[in-house]
Nanobody, 125 residues
């Protein structure tokens, strides 16, 4: 079992930066592939980024590629999402997710077992 708690959301202007953090409980964090998703009002939840358990592989949605960076610190049981050049269309609740220990990394956008409660990101124009 993995419990996830996101933080770092807020209200910023277009062009600004934010770094989201996701703190995970449990000793199996380093064995879990991790991901970030987001859900805007009236829209379905969508994949944002993923990182493999070692950090050696990362994947991004086309809409954030080149602007967002996912990283992790296994010693701190934390995964991060650095968001640069934010746009109003990035406004959403951002969720951290983890796959079961031992699950495959691919596909990086699917098959997550544990979810955080979300953190709101609002980008004004």
């Amino acid at each position: 079992q993995v419990q996830l708690v996101e933080s770092g959301g807020g209200l910023v202007q277009a062009g600004a930066c934010l770094r989201l953090s996701c703190a995970a409980s449990g000793r199996t964090f380093s064995n879990c592939h991790m991901g970030w998703f987001r859900q805007a009002p009236g829209k379905e939840r969508e994949f944002v980024a993923a990182i493999s358990r070692s950090g050696g592989s990362t994947d991004y949605a086309d809409s954030v590629k080149g602007r967002f960076t996912i990283s992790r610190d296994n010693a701190k049981n934390t995964v991060y999402l650095q968001m640069n050049s934010l746009k109003p269309e990035d406004t959403a609740v951002y969720y951290c997710a983890a796959k079961n220990s031992g699950s495959p990394y691919y596909p990086p956008s699917m098959l997550y077992n544990f979810w955080g409660q979300g953190t709101q990101v609002t980008v004004s124009s």
